[in-house]
C-alpha cells in the first residue's frame, strides 16, 4: 500500500512476501531509518536511529560481542536467576497480603534492574518502591508514546523547525531526565577510577570505559553516546519485555484451558518446588507456543521501526521511490486470516505443530524485524520473557480480581512506538 502522508511517500508492507523483499532480498536499500523529527538529536548517537555506516556497524559490534553475544548471556544466567527470585519474593508477599499485582510494573522493575545491575553494577530502582519504580517507566511509556505519535513535522519536513506540536521538545526534556541518571553513574564510576581503591566492577560500563581509555573521547564513544547508548538499551530492554510478559498472563488469564495447559506442563517437567533454570527452556514446548502466540497477537512493535529508501528500487512490480518512508506492519500480518487460522483467538497450540519462529528467518512472525537491523537485544528479552512469566506461573496459581472476572478484562491498546496495554493488568496471586 502507498500513501501520500503529506509531502512524504509512504509505503505500508503487510504481507510475509513483501516484507522478504524489503528486508532480506532488498535489505541494503532500505538499511537506513526515517528517523521521526521528535526523536530529535538523540537519533545522532543512537543504534537503532543511525543511517548505517563505519560508525553504526562499530556500535552495534559493541553490542553484539560485549552484551548480547551467547557466552555474555551465559555468564549472566546467575545475575537473571537472582533477579527473577526477587520477583518471586515481591509477588509471594503481595500474595499474604492479599494485594493485586500489578504485572507490568513488577515485570518492569526487574527488566529494568536486570539491565541496570549488567551495565551499572547496581540496581536504580527497588520492586518496593513503587514510587521510584513507576516514575522510570512512566518516562520510559511516555517516551515511547510521543516518538510514535502523529506528527506534522514528519509529514511535512518544512513545519519541521518549528515544532508545531512541541514533539521534539517533549521528548528532549523525557531523555534528559534518563541522562541525569546515567550521567551520575558515569562521573561515580569515573570517581573511582581516578580515586583508584576500589577493585574494579568488570561490568558494561567499565568496558566501555576502557574502550575510550577512561576519558571518553576515542573510538566516537563520547558523552552524548553514552547517553543515547544507555537510553535505548533501557527504554527498548524494560518497556517491550514488561509489555510482552504483561499481555501473555492476560491471555492466558482470559483463556483458562492454555492456562491449565501450561501450568501442567510446569508441574510436569520443572515441579512446584524446584526453580527454573534457562536450560529448562528447551524442554517447554507449550510455553515456548504461549510466547509466539504472544508475538503475533501483541508485537511489541507494531510498526517496527520505519525504513527509508536509499534508492528507487522495483519490488513486486512496482517502484518504491527514493527517500519513501517504509512501514512493516507486522501487527496486521498477525491478525491476517490468509496465514493464521482464527487469527483472532488465543492459540497457542498452532505454533506446537509448526515450525515458525520468531528469529527474523520466518516472516509470517517478525517482531524483532529482520535483516541487519534485528533487535540486537532479541537473545536477552526473549530469555527474559520466558524466565519471568514460567516463574511466576510456576510459583502462584493467579486469577482476575472480582470486577475484572465481572465485567471482563479491558483489552484496550496504547498505541505508540510500541503496543502497550491500555489500563494495566492487575491479578491476584495465591502461592501454590
Request: with cysteine; charged share 25%; hydrophobic share 45%.
Amino acid at each position: 500500500m502507498s500513501l501520500r502522508l503529506g509531502s512524504v511517500t509512504t509505503v505500508v508492507v503487510s504481507s510475509p512476501e513483501a516484507a522478504r523483499e524489503f528486508l532480506q532480498k532488498h535489505d541494503a536499500v532500505f538499511a537506513n531509518r526515517s528517523v521521526p523529527d521528535a526523536v530529535g538529536d538523540h537519533a545522532r548517537n543512537s543504534v537503532p536511529w543511525l543511517p548505517h555506516s563505519t560508525r553504526w556497524r562499530a556500535l552495534r559490534k559493541i553490542m553484539a560481542t560485549e552484551l548480547f553475544a551467547p557466552h555474555r548471556l551465559d555468564a549472566l544466567q546467575d545475575l537473571r536467576r537472582e533477579k527473577v527470585q526477587e520477583l518471586v519474593d515481591h509477588v509471594g508477599r503481595l500474595a499474604v497480603e492479599g494485594t493485586a499485582v500489578d504485572v507490568g510494573r513488577v515485570a518492569f522493575t526487574t527488566v529494568l534492574n536486570l539491565l541496570s545491575r549488567t551495565i551499572f553494577s547496581c540496581d536504580l530502582t527497588s520492586l518496593d518502591d513503587h514510587g521510584a519504580s513507576k516514575e522510570f517507566q512512566e518516562v520510559v511509556t511516555e517516551i515511547m508514546e510521543t516518538a510514535g505519535s502523529p506528527n506534522l513535522s514528519d509529514f511535512f519536513p518544512a513545519l519541521a523547525v518549528v515544532d508545531a506540536q512541541r514533539l521534539r521538545r517533549r521528548l528532549a526534556r523525557l531523555f534528559a531526565r534518563l541522562h541525569q541518571v546515567f550521567d551520575a553513574e558515569v562521573d561515580r564510576r569515573l570517581q573511582v577510577r581516578d580515586a583508584g581503591g576500589k577493585p574494579r566492577k568488570n561490568d558494561f560500563l567499565d568496558l566501555l570505559l576502557d574502550a575510550t581509555g577512561g576519558g571518553l573521547s576515542t573510538a566516537g564513544l563520547d558523552r552524548d553516546t553514552l547517553r543515547s547508548f544507555f537510553a535505548d538499551l533501557f527504554a527498548a530492554g524494560s518497556d517491550t519485555s514488561s509489555s510482552t510478559v504483561e499481555w501473555a498472563m492476560v491471555e492466558l488469564l482470559r483463556n483458562p484451558v492454555s492456562m491449565t495447559k501450561l501450568c501442567n506442563e510446569l508441574v510436569l517437567v520443572i515441579g512446584s518446588r524446584r526453580k527454573i533454570e534457562e536450560s529448562d527452556i528447551g524442554q517447554l514446548p507449550y510455553l515456548q507456543a504461549v510466547i509466539k502466540e504472544t508475538f503475533r497477537l501483541h508485537p511489541p512493535v507494531p510498526l517496527l521501526l520505519p525504513r527509508q529508501a536509499e534508492a528507487a528500487t522495483e519490488i513486486m512490480g512496482y517502484i518504491i521511490p527514493k527517500g519513501a518512508r517504509v512501514l512493516v506492519n507486522v501487527w496486521a500480518m498477525g491478525q491476517d486470516k490468509d496465514i493464521w487460522p482464527q487469527p483472532e483467538k488465543f492459540m497457542p497450540e498452532r505454533f506446537l505443530e509448526s515450525m515458525i519462529d520468531f528469529r527474523g528467518a520466518d516472516f509470517e512472525l517478525i517482531p524483532f524485524g529482520a535483516g541487519r537491523r534485528i533487535c540486537p537485544g532479541m537473545a536477552l528479552g526473549t530469555r527474559m520473557i520466558h524466565l519471568v512469566l514460567a516463574s511466576l506461573l510456576n510459583q502462584f496459581k493467579w486469577r482476575l480480581p472480582a470486577e475484572a472476572e465481572r465485567n471482563g478484562v479491558d483489552m484496550a491498546e496504547k498505541f505508540g512506538v510500541t503496543l502497550k496495554k491500555a489500563s494495566p493488568l492487575c491479578a491476584i496471586a495465591t502461592p501454590i
